[in-house]
Structures are given as structure tokens and as C-alpha cells.
């Protein structure tokens, strides 16, 4: 198995809402990353789970919430919500957390809060 | 700081035209080098690598080389097709502490015409 998975593929929620987006890989990769991307822009990196543990955070504002229950998954969960946070939600997973190795993508979660 | 500087889009190309997409990047010592395509709607796909000097990194007719004199690493292919419109990324990651960061291009925007 040699991709990255997300779910849903496409959400719509309310600013008051809270709902999660899940990422898989069974790669044995042990870092993963989440990404935002708006329209006709580059990704930007958000989180970086290494080994299970958060290793870098983007200054990600509070109502982005992510977890990493084991080496497999990777959770972000999304509460009170604006609507310029709109955007496709891109998961990665690489080896190892360490510089030099190239990182997988998913399909992405195109979010669009109302 | 890392940077990568790509050409501006959209390139616009007759089937059976050469590509080229220029990239280049600053990096303190010697990161690996990605190209990544995204097609419409879709996540970003990991097109070829090069992780040292001189390194040719190919794929689908897809070729770069990691130039250190001039830190480059042009895309080109010799003949497009209409299916190679897509969204292109040069992207860095250095083999430095702190984590597996990639940095990103603006993207070039590739539109192949019959």
C-alpha cells in the first residue's frame, strides 16, 4: 500500500460546528503533516507529527486541533470555525520527521465553512 | 531563510511542445529537491527527486538535474500532451535539524492545447 488516504473528501460546516478530518497510511512512514491550501497557492505546512508526538506547529490558531492516535492515523480537529479557513486540507506522510525526505500527499479535504 | 523561485504561469503549450518550467532555490548546504504535480481537483503528486549535486531526477518524461553551480532544477520534457496540464510545484527540504520542512514554490500553471 503505498498511499495516503483522507476522509471525508468533501465537508461543509457551520461556523459552530465541530466535525474531525482523518488521514491513514500504511507506508510505515513515522512523520505526518497537515497542510492548507487555498486556490492557486502552494501548501502551508500547519503540523508535524514525528514518532507519534507534535514536533512542529505553525502557530496554528487553537480552534485547529490535531492528534495522532498512533503511527497510522492522523486526526485534525476543527471547531468554531471561520469561513476564511475555506480551503483544501492536504495530509503527507514521510519516512522519518528528519530534512531530505520526500513527503506523500493525499487527495486533500476540500472544507468550506458557512 | 529557504526559498524557491518558479517561473510565473500559465505557460501555455501546444501538444508535442518541450517544456521547460524554471526553479531556483537558496538553501543553506545541500537540501533534496522535488518536483510535484497536482492535477485539477486533486492532491499533490510527487513527479521526481534529486538529492545531491548533479542528480538527474526523472519520471513519466519528466526530467531535472540538480545544479549546485546555478541552484536550479528546471522541469523539461521533450513532448507534452494535453494530460500533463496541471499545477507544477519545485519544492526544497534540507537535511538540517528541525524537522522536515518543505518549502514550495508559487507553482506554475501548465495548460497543454491540441
Known amino acids: 500500500d503505498t498511499e495516503v488516504t483522507q476522509t471525508p473528501k468533501h465537508l461543509v460546516m457551520g461556523m459552530t460546528n465541530k466535525k474531525s478530518l482523518k488521514c491513514e497510511q500504511h507506508?510505515?512512514?513515522?512523520?505526518m503533516y497537515w497542510y492548507k491550501q487555498k486556490a492557486k497557492k502552494p501548501p502551508e505546512l500547519m503540523f508535524v507529527?514525528?514518532?507519534?508526538?507534535?514536533?512542529i506547529n505553525e502557530s496554528v490558531p487553537s480552534r485547529f486541533s490535531p492528534e495522532c492516535p498512533n503511527s497510522s492515523l492522523l486526526n485534525l480537529h476543527l471547531h468554531a470555525l471561520q469561513p476564511e479557513d475555506s480551503a483544501l486540507y492536504l495530509c503527507?506522510?514521510?519516512?522519518?520527521?528528519?530534512?531530505?525526505?520526500?513527503?506523500?500527499f493525499g487527495p486533500g479535504t476540500r472544507l468550506t465553512v458557512l | 531563510g529557504n526559498s524557491v523561485t518558479q517561473m510565473e504561469g500559465p505557460v501555455t503549450l501546444s501538444e508535442e511542445a518541450f517544456l521547460t518550467i524554471n526553479c531556483t532555490y537558496t538553501?543553506?548546504?545541500?537540501?533534496?529537491l522535488f518536483w510535484y504535480v497536482q492535477y485539477p481537483g486533486e492532491g499533490l503528486q510527487l513527479l521526481l527527486k534529486?538529492?545531491?549535486?548533479?542528480d538527474k531526477g526523472s519520471n513519466k518524461g519528466f526530467e531535472a538535474t540538480y545544479r549546485k553551480e546555478t541552484t536550479s532544477f528546471h522541469l523539461e520534457k521533450g513532448s507534452v500532451q494535453v494530460s500533463d496540464s496541471a499545477v507544477y510545484f519545485c519544492?526544497?527540504?534540507?537535511?538540517?535539524?528541525?524537522?522536515?520542512?518543505?518549502?514550495f514554490g508559487t507553482g506554475t500553471q501548465l495548460k497543454v492545447e491540441l
Open positions: 503527507a506522510s514521510s519516512l522519518g520527521g528528519e530534512g531530505g525526505d520526500e513527503q506523500f
Open positions: 534529486a538529492t545531491k549535486a548533479d
Open positions: 507529527y514525528s514518532y507519534e508526538k507534535l514536533s
Open positions: 538553501a543553506t548546504g545541500y537540501p533534496s
Open positions: 519544492a526544497l527540504s534540507p537535511f538540517t535539524g528541525g524537522g522536515n520542512k518543505l518549502t
Open positions: 507506508m510505515g512512514h513515522r512523520a
